[in-house]
Protein backbone atom coordinates (compact mmCIF):
# COMPACT_ATOMS: atom_id res chain seq x y z
CA UNK A 1 0.00 0.00 0.00
CA UNK A 2 1.66 3.25 -0.89
CA UNK A 3 0.83 6.39 0.26
CA UNK A 4 0.91 10.22 -0.93
CA UNK A 5 3.72 10.86 -3.28
CA UNK A 6 5.08 14.48 -4.45
CA UNK A 7 7.48 15.51 -6.44
CA UNK A 8 9.68 16.98 -6.93
CA UNK A 9 10.29 17.21 -3.41
CA UNK A 10 12.62 20.12 -3.56
CA UNK A 11 12.52 23.20 -6.15
CA UNK A 12 14.72 26.28 -6.56
CA UNK A 13 13.55 28.55 -8.71
CA UNK A 14 14.18 33.08 -9.95
CA UNK A 15 11.18 35.08 -9.47
CA UNK A 16 8.99 35.45 -12.42
CA UNK A 17 9.86 31.99 -13.29
CA UNK A 18 6.70 29.24 -13.70
CA UNK A 19 6.74 26.19 -11.56
CA UNK A 20 4.49 22.82 -11.71
CA UNK A 21 4.30 20.39 -8.86
CA UNK A 22 2.50 16.89 -9.12
CA UNK A 23 0.79 14.88 -6.43
CA UNK A 24 -0.48 11.17 -6.74
CA UNK A 25 -2.42 9.79 -4.09
CA UNK A 26 -3.34 6.66 -2.21
CA UNK A 27 -5.30 5.25 -5.30
CA UNK A 28 -8.67 4.65 -4.03
CA UNK A 29 -8.86 7.80 -2.66
CA UNK A 30 -11.67 10.41 -4.14
CA UNK A 31 -10.52 13.43 -2.60
CA UNK A 32 -7.13 15.22 -3.02
CA UNK A 33 -6.17 18.59 -1.33
CA UNK A 34 -3.65 20.74 -1.54
CA UNK A 35 -2.40 23.04 1.28
CA UNK A 36 0.64 25.54 1.85
CA UNK A 37 2.36 25.31 5.09
CA UNK A 38 5.24 28.51 5.67
CA UNK A 39 8.40 28.10 8.60
CA UNK A 40 6.62 28.04 11.89
CA UNK A 41 3.39 28.06 10.97
CA UNK A 42 0.35 25.32 10.62
CA UNK A 43 -0.64 24.20 7.03
CA UNK A 44 -3.02 26.05 5.03
CA UNK A 45 -5.59 25.00 2.78
CA UNK A 46 -5.18 26.12 -0.60
CA UNK A 47 -8.11 23.99 -3.08
CA UNK A 48 -9.68 20.32 -3.16
CA UNK A 49 -10.92 18.18 -5.62
CA UNK A 50 -13.48 15.36 -5.14
CA UNK A 51 -12.53 13.03 -8.25
CA UNK A 52 -11.65 14.97 -11.31
CA UNK A 53 -13.95 18.66 -9.95
CA UNK A 54 -12.31 21.15 -7.92
CA UNK A 55 -15.10 22.10 -5.25
CA UNK A 56 -13.48 24.68 -3.37
CA UNK A 57 -10.33 27.34 -3.74
CA UNK A 58 -9.16 29.19 -0.94
CA UNK A 59 -9.07 33.05 -1.19
CA UNK A 60 -4.73 32.30 -0.93
CA UNK A 61 -5.07 30.55 -4.62
CA UNK A 62 -4.33 33.74 -6.20
CA UNK A 63 -4.88 33.82 -10.27
CA UNK A 64 -1.39 32.96 -10.42
CA UNK A 65 -2.33 29.80 -9.11
CA UNK A 66 -4.12 27.17 -10.98
CA UNK A 67 -4.28 23.30 -9.94
CA UNK A 68 -5.95 20.62 -12.03
CA UNK A 69 -6.91 16.48 -11.24
CA UNK A 70 -7.63 15.31 -15.02
CA UNK A 71 -9.15 11.78 -14.76
CA UNK A 72 -9.54 11.75 -11.29
CA UNK A 73 -6.45 10.57 -10.93
CA UNK A 74 -2.99 12.33 -10.26
CA UNK A 75 -3.52 16.33 -9.33
CA UNK A 76 -0.85 19.06 -10.70
CA UNK A 77 -0.23 22.74 -8.85
CA UNK A 78 1.25 25.39 -11.07
CA UNK A 79 2.17 28.78 -9.67
CA UNK A 80 3.27 31.30 -12.70
CA UNK A 81 5.55 34.54 -12.40
CA UNK A 82 6.61 33.34 -9.21
CA UNK A 83 7.09 35.52 -6.20
CA UNK A 84 9.74 35.59 -3.47
CA UNK A 85 5.97 35.78 -0.97
CA UNK A 86 5.18 31.98 -2.57
CA UNK A 87 8.43 30.25 -0.96
CA UNK A 88 6.61 27.71 1.23
CA UNK A 89 6.34 23.86 1.69
CA UNK A 90 3.49 22.73 -0.40
CA UNK A 91 1.87 19.40 0.76
CA UNK A 92 -0.60 17.60 -0.60
CA UNK A 93 -3.45 14.70 1.25
CA UNK A 94 -5.81 12.44 -0.08
CA UNK A 95 -8.83 11.45 1.76
CA UNK A 96 -11.35 8.41 1.27
CA UNK A 97 -14.59 9.98 1.32
CA UNK A 98 -18.33 8.77 1.55
CA UNK A 99 -17.29 5.90 3.68
CA UNK A 100 -14.90 5.31 6.17
CA UNK A 101 -13.05 8.22 8.62
CA UNK A 102 -12.58 10.48 5.95
CA UNK A 103 -9.19 10.81 7.54
CA UNK A 104 -6.56 13.05 5.58
CA UNK A 105 -3.38 11.02 4.70
CA UNK A 106 -0.48 13.63 3.65
CA UNK A 107 2.93 13.53 1.33
CA UNK A 108 6.61 14.28 2.00
CA UNK A 109 5.68 17.88 0.47
CA UNK A 110 7.77 19.69 -2.23
CA UNK A 111 9.83 22.93 -0.77
CA UNK A 112 9.97 25.60 -2.94
CA UNK A 113 12.48 28.30 -2.93
CA UNK A 114 12.14 31.30 -5.07
CA UNK A 115 15.38 33.48 -4.94
CA UNK B 1 -14.67 31.91 10.39
CA UNK B 2 -12.96 28.62 12.61
CA UNK B 3 -9.91 29.62 14.84
CA UNK B 4 -7.62 26.59 15.81
CA UNK B 5 -5.41 27.50 18.63
CA UNK B 6 -2.36 25.09 20.00
CA UNK B 7 -0.84 25.92 24.11
CA UNK B 8 1.88 25.94 24.27
CA UNK B 9 3.87 26.63 21.57
CA UNK B 10 6.91 24.90 22.64
CA UNK B 11 7.72 22.31 25.12
CA UNK B 12 10.70 21.14 26.42
CA UNK B 13 10.52 17.93 28.90
CA UNK B 14 12.94 15.08 30.49
CA UNK B 15 12.59 11.86 29.53
CA UNK B 16 9.93 9.53 31.19
CA UNK B 17 7.36 12.57 32.23
CA UNK B 18 3.76 12.23 31.04
CA UNK B 19 2.54 15.40 29.08
CA UNK B 20 -0.50 17.02 27.57
CA UNK B 21 -0.80 19.06 24.14
CA UNK B 22 -3.77 21.36 24.04
CA UNK B 23 -5.80 22.71 21.12
CA UNK B 24 -9.06 24.69 21.08
CA UNK B 25 -10.84 25.74 18.58
CA UNK B 26 -13.80 28.33 18.46
CA UNK B 27 -16.74 26.69 16.04
CA UNK B 28 -17.97 23.68 17.99
CA UNK B 29 -19.56 22.47 14.32
CA UNK B 30 -16.85 20.23 12.95
CA UNK B 31 -17.22 17.13 11.59
CA UNK B 32 -13.72 15.14 13.31
CA UNK B 33 -10.53 16.64 14.97
CA UNK B 34 -6.98 15.21 13.75
CA UNK B 35 -3.79 14.78 15.35
CA UNK B 36 -0.47 15.25 13.33
CA UNK B 37 3.04 14.61 13.95
CA UNK B 38 5.61 16.76 11.50
CA UNK B 39 9.68 16.02 11.78
CA UNK B 40 11.60 19.32 10.92
CA UNK B 41 11.34 19.43 6.64
CA UNK B 42 9.38 16.39 6.47
CA UNK B 43 5.05 16.16 5.87
CA UNK B 44 2.72 15.14 8.42
CA UNK B 45 2.05 11.78 9.64
CA UNK B 46 -1.45 11.48 11.22
CA UNK B 47 -1.62 10.02 14.61
CA UNK B 48 -5.21 9.97 15.79
CA UNK B 49 -8.65 11.38 14.34
CA UNK B 50 -11.48 11.75 16.46
CA UNK B 51 -15.10 11.95 15.21
CA UNK B 52 -17.38 14.92 16.42
CA UNK B 53 -19.44 11.85 18.06
CA UNK B 54 -16.80 10.51 19.89
CA UNK B 55 -14.66 11.71 22.98
CA UNK B 56 -11.38 9.75 22.97
CA UNK B 57 -8.96 8.17 20.47
CA UNK B 58 -6.46 5.89 22.04
CA UNK B 59 -2.77 4.84 19.96
CA UNK B 60 -0.13 3.03 22.23
CA UNK B 61 1.00 5.48 24.45
CA UNK B 62 -0.87 8.64 22.82
CA UNK B 63 -4.87 9.45 23.26
CA UNK B 64 -6.63 12.47 22.35
CA UNK B 65 -9.42 13.60 24.10
CA UNK B 66 -12.40 15.91 22.31
CA UNK B 67 -15.31 18.13 24.19
CA UNK B 68 -16.81 19.35 21.12
CA UNK B 69 -19.22 21.78 23.18
CA UNK B 70 -15.90 23.72 25.16
CA UNK B 71 -14.28 23.82 21.97
CA UNK B 72 -11.15 21.79 23.25
CA UNK B 73 -8.75 18.41 22.23
CA UNK B 74 -5.98 16.95 24.46
CA UNK B 75 -3.03 14.88 23.18
CA UNK B 76 -1.82 13.01 26.52
CA UNK B 77 1.73 11.24 25.72
CA UNK B 78 2.82 8.95 28.12
CA UNK B 79 6.40 8.00 29.31
CA UNK B 80 7.70 10.43 26.99
CA UNK B 81 10.92 9.29 24.97
CA UNK B 82 13.51 11.64 22.96
CA UNK B 83 12.02 9.93 20.08
CA UNK B 84 8.69 11.52 20.28
CA UNK B 85 10.82 15.51 19.62
CA UNK B 86 8.68 16.90 16.79
CA UNK B 87 5.94 19.31 16.29
CA UNK B 88 2.42 18.40 16.80
CA UNK B 89 -0.30 20.12 15.19
CA UNK B 90 -3.82 20.04 15.07
CA UNK B 91 -6.23 19.84 12.47
CA UNK B 92 -10.67 20.23 12.83
CA UNK B 93 -12.30 19.23 9.52
CA UNK B 94 -15.53 21.59 8.65
CA UNK B 95 -18.33 19.79 7.04
CA UNK B 96 -16.84 20.81 3.25
CA UNK B 97 -13.88 18.80 4.06
CA UNK B 98 -10.75 21.42 4.48
CA UNK B 99 -8.47 21.11 7.53
CA UNK B 100 -8.20 24.06 9.62
CA UNK B 101 -4.58 23.65 11.45
CA UNK B 102 -3.53 25.35 14.76
CA UNK B 103 0.22 26.84 14.62
CA UNK B 104 1.46 23.50 16.30
CA UNK B 105 3.28 22.98 19.43
CA UNK B 106 7.45 22.27 19.30
CA UNK B 107 8.10 19.19 21.47
CA UNK B 108 11.80 18.85 22.82
CA UNK B 109 12.06 15.37 25.03
CA UNK B 110 15.69 15.25 26.75
CA UNK B 111 17.54 12.42 27.57
Known amino acids: DTGVSQDPRHKITKRGQNVTFRCDPI?????LYWYRQTLGQGPEFLTY????????KSRLLSDRFSAERPKGSFSTLEIQRTEQGDSAMYLC?????????????FGPGTRLTVT | KQEVTQIPAALSVPEGENLVLNCSFTDSAIYNLQWFRQDPGKGLTSLLL?????REQTSGRLNASLDKSSGRSTLYIAASQPGDSATYLCAVRNQGGKLIFGQGTELSVKP
Open chain 2, 50 to 54: IQSSQ
Open chain 1, 49 to 56: FQNEAQLE
Open chain 1, 93 to 105: ASSLDGTGTYEQY
Open chain 1, 27 to 31: SEHNR
